[in-house]
């Protein structure tokens, strides 16, 4: 595979055609352990289903002055006991795009599909840029990142990660055209427009503004937008105290009877232990669109609720969470990360640990855990669907292998 990228590079920039190319490979698997009643265990007949999946990135950039173009082409296999199962075993791994029906353009080519294996081929970024020191324009498949969330992310309107989602090294990209302007002051004017579904249309389209203003010390961000047809304004704030950093979103939705809120805050710190270095932080979130109790039937769920959990917006179904965590480095090639994700209102949690090993400056090997706590009917532990079978609850094992070059 090296082999056949580095034969790649070479009949690129023989040809003139390319400046930069870098490749990334990535190797995961995960198991789980599901519980007797679970839907996906009843959909394979599998209690432990062990899955893998093989990644290959190409970023390739050609630059002409000002102006950039951008290509990053993913090639992905997926095979195992879950690949064709439609139900939902519980929190997220990967994130990784395998469609692109929520986007305008189709991108995405299926080469091969079974029943227990997919291959795939799929252009995740395809833009031009143009740069200048005080304006940028952007037309075409990018990624966006908006709001200060460490682990929920509400001000994020554009394929944000779900919380328990290990493998971030890129973002899923949107079809986008987005201006931005940098004044004299440092502050900053993003204009973004979004379009889905393989139309340009106002029921399913983002036009959004951010402001981005420095106060003293700290940076303030203003958020006006139309978002799937409903008006959205936001607030957020990152300010310094003292060694840590604290940052806080609102954001306001405006719906058929009124205004719903959700809001993130968060600190985060790090210091050193005997030489170590160590990473803390706590973030409280307010889901508006959340419930205070689960419904015997999720089909009951509030349909404002249901919308956002399809367009991959939110990732829970009720209101109040606290997460917490540390990443602590035990030696200058392993470091272990810690976090616990718990629904203040049924008490149930989500418990995620790995452990990183940097195999060389360009490859890293990633082992970790994901353990569900919670009883029947609560959110994180086993949640009815209304025909005797559950979803979520168990846990899950996972291994990752990446390499850069």
Known sequence: MRFAVRALFTLMTASGLAAEFDARVKWHSTA????????????????????????????????????????????????????????????TYDQTPTEDERRLLDLTWEVDEGNRHRLLHRFDRLALKYRTPRWAVTVGRDAVSWGSGLVFH???????????????????GADLIRIERLFDDGS?????AVAR????AAGTA??????????????????????????????????????????????????????????????????????????????????GFGVGRLPDDLDHLPEALTERLGRGETFTL?????????QFRWHALVSQSLS?????????????????????DAARLQVGFIKTLGGHGDEFGRIGTGDGLT???????????VYFF
Do not use: C
């Not at 290959?56 to 064709?84: I, K, M, P």
């Not at 900053?188 to 973004?192: I, P, S």
């Not at 579904?197 to 340009?200: D, I």
């Not at 616990?340 to 060389?360: C, E, F, H, P, W």
């Open 32 to 91: 789980q352990w599901l519980p007797a009643t679970d839907a996906q265990r009843d959909a394979t007949g599998e209690s432990r289903p062990l899955d893998h999946g093989a990644d290959l990135r190409l970023l390739w950039r050609r630059n002409f002055d000002d102006l950039t173009v951008v290509v990053d082409h993913a090639s992905t296999y997926l095979v195992g006991d879950t690949v064709e199962s439609a139900a939902d075993s519980g929190p």
């Open 154 to 172: 509400p001000m994020d309107l554009f394929n944000p990660f779900a919380p328990t989602t290990v493998d971030q090294d890129y973002k899923a």
């Open 188 to 192: 900053d004017l993003e204009v973004l």
């Open 197 to 200: 579904h393989g139309e340009v």
């Open 206 to 287: 983002s036009v959004a503004f951010k402001y981005r203003a420095l106060v003293g010390g700290s940076e303030l961000d203003v958020l006006a937008a139309r978002h799937y047809g409903g008006g959205v304004v936001g607030l957020g704030l990152r300010a310094p105290i003292g060694g840590a950093l604290i940052r806080s979103d609102l954001i306001a939705v405006d719906e058929v009877d009124g205004w719903t809120l959700s809001a993130v805050v968060n600190v985060d710190y790090s210091f050193r232990i005997a030489q170590n270095s160590v990473y803390v932080f706590a973030e409280f979130f307010r889901n």
């Open 318 to 326: 009720m209101r109040d969470y606290l997460a917490v965590g540390a």
């Open 340 to 360: 616990l994700i718990a629904n203040v209102r049924d008490a149930s949690k989500v418990l995620q640990t790995s452990i990183g090993y940097d195999l060389s």
């Open 391 to 401: 979803i979520g609850g168990g846990s899950r094992g996972f291994l990752r292998v």
